[in-house]
């Protein structure tokens, strides 16, 4: 099982731009790797993901065309590079680790999370 560590969250105005890196304990080759939030009082949401190899990735509508998922086996991390952020991405992000796909994948490893809050 895979130990997670999110790293990269802050404070930005609308606007800017943030990179979340999510680096893994051990070889990520074979995990597909999704980025989730949850904001206060809301259930958790699945922002995007990654397939094991970097073939694939998807994104939640609310976030297409800003938000771009990759991947960097060698470095056994996985980045979500979030552009042009909005007051109602502010959030905990999450990155989760999965042997499935991303679709139907059960994630059974998960990082503690980094707060991303877009204010001016």
């Known amino acids: 099982q895979l130990q997670l560590v999110e790293s990269g969250g802050g404070l930005v105005q609308p606007g800017g731009s943030l990179r979340l890196s999510c680096a893994a304990s051990?070889?990520?080759?074979?995990?597909?790797i999704g980025w989730f939030r949850q904001a206060p009082g809301k259930e958790r949401e699945g922002v995007s993901c990654i397939s094991s190899r970097g073939g694939s990735t998807n994104y939640a509508d609310s976030v297409k065309g800003r938000f771009t998922i990759s991947r960097d086996n060698a470095k056994n991390t996985v980045y979500l590079q979030m552009n042009s952020l909005k007051p109602e991405d502010t959030a905990v992000y999450y990155c989760?680790?999965?042997?499935?796909?991303?679709?139907?994948?059960?994630?059974?490893?998960w990082g503690q999370g980094t707060q991303v809050t877009v204010s001016s």
């Open positions: 989760a680790a999965t042997l499935g796909s991303c679709s139907k994948g059960q994630y059974n490893s």
């Open positions: 051990g070889y990520t080759d074979f995990y597909a």
